[in-house]
């Protein structure tokens, strides 16, 4: 298997939203985003698959030095194979996969965030990143669209947030900023033990509501003249968006399983944006 078929495979085999968007880029942007992609996968990887912390931190402290050598022409990993060819085209530096490792390690270090700010910083390198490197791979002209990207990955992680309540628990960690379960008196057992209430349904619409406006606040944030080169994010705002509707019209029940939208209807939604530019 050559290092583009592994990062096609890896990339495809996520099922994620991200994917359906790649679709629509020329060869070598998608070739580009596909392997940053895979990239990330690869990292989310450890932390959700590995059970022992220990073997985690490892394995993400090889990342750390796969990346350092990647960049000094060393790469041995599938994924940084076929993603170095292609990051002098696109500025993608070591600084920014060096991030989101660097968040990743969050999440073996900490399981709580006592408020939105703390929450935030985590988001920033696990999604803001993210976007920022997607930005350029799109293609990118106008330096005020690096502020659209942050602020759209800050929504796209908090939709994953709302959405995996119940999955993360069940890992031991809970995104909800503490001192918003407190606002809404939802205790940490009744989210561990699956327990709905209408508190739990105020929180979630609270946390739907930020995320939504942040949606909105992302676009208007977008310069006109990136607006056609942004469309692969677009489409996923388009996607994400809809599922956080899903979610609050199935009343928020998102502690017993995983709300997600069928691969035709993110097609479908994707392909909508790419006709006709606007984000549903």
Known sequence: ???EQYVQQKAAASGSSFYYAFLFLPKER????????????????????????GVAHTKLAWWQSEVAKSYTGNATHPVMRALMPLTAAYAIEARHLQAVIEGCQMDLAQ??????????????LVAGIV?????????QRDEATTAYAHKLGLA?????????????????RIYLPVNELQQFEVKTHEILKRQYSDRFSALMQFQTERALALYDEALTLLPDTDR???KPGLMMASIYRTLLREIAADG?????QRVSLTPLRKFWLAWKTQAFGKVV
């Open 1 to 3: 298997m050559t290092p």
């Open 30 to 53: 998608r070739a580009a985003i596909t392997a940053f992609y895979a990239f990330c996968r690869e990292i989310d990887d450890v932390v959700d698959e590995v059970t022992d912390p």
């Open 111 to 124: 399981n709580r965030y006592l408020d939105f700010p703390g929450l935030s910083r985590y988001c920033h």
């Open 131 to 139: 976007g920022e490197v997607a930005a350029r791979i799109f293609g």
């Open 156 to 172: 796209f992680q908090l939709t994953n947030i709302i959405r995996d309540v119940g999955e993360d628990a069940l890992r031991g």
């Open 228 to 230: 056609r080169a942004q």
């Open 252 to 256: 928020y029940q998102v502690l017993h």
